[in-house]
């Protein structure tokens, strides 16, 4: 049965959990204390040393009768080894892979499970927007670790979010799961919603972020490490800051995995600047957290708010509209905004032709990528 995602669910409790040092020994330890189902739907694993954790805790888990089903993206599970994958499917554990990648079907193919969501007992749930991979490792010092956010959930939001999964594995396997327990009831009341995106016409999150945005009073600070989003939501953002509104973007500076995305957001700056909104650009390592706060309301998840998520990625986003929650999240931003280089506006205009060469170059990849996405729509309509 497909959950309401029209009402918020008032008993939960959200604990935020920043970097691999927080989000993966939580998630282990769920795994470890499981008794009767583990749901694991992730884009990017990788073998290493951070999926090997997850294997052997995993192996031990199901040792003791516990059922596993892990849903995979086939393109972001590529790094799986061979090896890994026997280790996981001999031990019965169930292991299948979303919509798997073929040249022959390249439309179809585009379409990828972006959501990264761990559910344990329809207890407790973990959502954000970190992946199962050796970058998120901490290091001595951590430049190389991406930077993170994911949220640890009980309460009656989690039984949603199960139904999602259920829902995510008939579709993707052909195959009807039962349903786990109700989730427990907790006494805190921290109102929450699940919200997500299925494509274009089908995407909650961002939909939701809009109108939060435009009623916005205080603040809007959004993280997000590839900043290429709709027309809609930059006239949104410069619309609030022009009214008073504190609107601040945290972007990735020189160190990120997609240079020219880094790149092709810079083009927008000039206008957004001219705007009132501030910009940071996030310098200790790669920012790949996905966070947006609007006054007291949050929502963190997979979605980068990027155009190509928008047209073909499956995400998933926790709303969350408390005080408490809101001031966790604030201190956070304002941790990171400290370790940031603030966009001068003077300065951005008197920054290096070359510079600005790489920004029309990389910004025109982008037109192009979203051209061939629109003619290649078009397309298979017209064949349908």
């Avoid at 939960?12 to 020994?25: A, G, I």
Wanted: with cysteine; net charge positive.
């Amino acid at each position: 049965m497909t959950p309401s995602l029209q009402h918020w669910r008032t008993h939960n409790r959200f604990e935020l959990l920043v970097d691999s040092r927080e989000f993966f020994p939580a998630m282990l330890t769920a795994i470890e204390a499981a008794q009767h189902t583990i749901y694991f739907e992730q884009y990017l694993v990788t073998s290493g040393v951070v999926l090997n954790e997850f294997i052997t805790t995993l192996l031990a888990s199901a040792a003791s009768g516990v059922r596993i089903h892990l849903l995979f993206d086939d393109y972001g599970a590529k790094g799986i080894s061979e090896h890994d994958r026997k280790r996981l499917r001999d031990a019965g554990i169930h292991l299948e892979f979303y919509n798997p990648f073929k040249w022959s079907q390249l439309y179809r193919s585009m379409r990828r499970d972006h959501r990264k969501l761990l559910i344990v007992d329809n207890q407790i749930a973990f959502v954000g927007g970190a992946c199962i991979s050796d970058e998120y490792r901490i290091e001595d010092p951590p430049l190389h670790s991406w930077h993170d956010t994911v949220v640890k959930i009980e309460g009656e939001v989690v039984n949603d979010w199960q139904q999602s999964f259920l829902a995510m594995w008939e579709k993707a396997v052909r195959n009807k799961l039962q349903d786990d327990k109700p989730a427990n009831a907790v006494t805190e009341n921290q109102p929450g919603r699940i919200a997500l995106a299925n494509g274009p016409g089908k995407n909650q999150i961002l939909r939701h972020a809009i109108a939060q945005i435009k009623k916005s009073r205080k603040i809007i600070w959004i993280a997000t490490p590839y900043f290429v989003i709709t027309l809609k939501m930059r006239h949104a953002l410069k619309r609030a800051a022009r009214h008073g509104v504190d609107v601040r973007l945290l972007l990735p500076g020189d160190i990120t995995d997609q240079p020219w995305i880094t790149h092709a957001a810079r083009r927008y700056y000039a206008r957004l600047l001219k705007n009132n909104v501030r910009i940071y650009e996030y310098q200790p390592r790669f920012i790949h957290a996905k966070l947006i706060i609007c006054d007291e309301w949050v929502s963190i998840g997979s979605s980068n708010l990027d155009r190509w998520n928008h047209f073909w990625s499956l995400d998933a986003n926790q709303e969350i509209w408390h005080s408490d929650f809101a001031d966790q999240v604030r201190g956070l931003f304002e941790q990171d905004f400290a370790q940031s280089q603030l966009i001068d506006a003077d300065a951005w205009r008197q920054r290096p032709r070359r510079q600005r060469l790489n920004e029309w170059i990389s910004s025109y990849k982008i037109r192009l990528i979203q051209w061939l996405t629109n003619l290649a729509t078009w397309i298979k309509k017209k064949a349908d």
